[in-house]
């Protein structure tokens, strides 16, 4: 049962334009949401972060969206660049001393020069 | 310090070797993890460490076995691996408190090839 769903596993953008990641969610104790980004052969480094208490965060070119009613989460970045081309995670986490991510299956993010 | 060291960076066994990995962050964490990741997946959790004890254990075969001999230190031992554990293995920490948001820091990750 997948508790963290990333249901794009590819998306393309030229670039300036934005790019815009969604992910899902079912459990209703997840109170934190993390974006991860890993180039290939790396570990995955962290982006931005939002608390459930909160609707939107800013970072930037990255501003991450919850909404709780509809478990639904988004990152978007603007403007897009080609460095930017990246597999992103979208992740989970609920209360507890040592938190464990639950980590969505990653969208494959493209920037086209 | 903001960095999580793992080494060897890439790792080639076989079956009957005995190997480790070896893990390291000097930012005062004290929750440690391993996971496991392969192409085109998310990470799976394998092992976390509170206070240098072992509180998670995700149903992760013998032939891994972990050790945290210091708060900085986090070690995998790998024996008897199979083709099917060739993998990305990640090393990551985090605060151990109530002020703890689920931040992994991780490190670059070991690659290992199980021949």
């Known amino acids: 049962d997948q508790q963290v769903k990333q249901n794009s596993p590819s998306l393309s953008v030229q670039e300036g334009r934005i790019s815009i990641l969604n992910c899902d969610y079912t459990?209703?104790?997840?109170?934190?949401f993390l974006w991860y980004k890993k180039y290939p052969a790396e570990g995955p480094t962290f982006l931005i972060s939002?608390?459930?208490?909160?609707d939107k965060n800013e970072d930037g070119r990255f501003t991450v969206f919850l909404n709780k009613s509809a478990k639904h989460l988004s990152l978007h970045i603007v403007p897009s660049q080609p460095g930017d081309s990246a597999v992103y995670f979208c992740?989970?986490?609920?209360?507890?001393?040592?938190?464990?991510?639950?980590f969505g299956s990653g969208t494959q993010l493209t920037v086209l020069p | 310090d903001t960095e999580v060291t793992q080494t060897p960076k890439h790792l080639v066994m076989g079956m009957t070797n005995k190997k480790s990995l070896k893990c390291e962050q000097h930012?005062?964490?004290?929750?440690m993890y391993w996971y496991k990741q392969k192409a085109k997946k998310p990470p799976e959790l394998m092992f976390v460490?509170?206070?240098?004890?072992?509180?998670i254990n995700e149903s992760v075969p013998s032939r891994f076995s972990p050790e945290c001999p210091n708060s900085s230190l986090l070690n995998l031992h790998l024996h008897a691996l199979q083709p099917e554990d060739s993998a990305l293995y990640l090393c990551?920490?985090?605060?151990?408190?109530?002020?703890?948001?689920?931040?992994?820091?991780f490190g670059e990750g070991s690659r290992l090839t199980v021949l």
């Open positions: 459990n209703s104790m997840f109170d934190y």
């Open positions: 990551a920490s985090s605060q151990v408190s109530a002020a703890n948001t689920g931040e992994l820091f």
């Open positions: 460490y509170s206070y240098e004890k072992l509180s």
């Open positions: 930012m005062g964490h004290r929750a």
């Open positions: 992740a989970a986490s609920a209360p507890r001393s040592a938190r464990q991510l639950t």
């Open positions: 939002i608390s459930s208490i909160k």
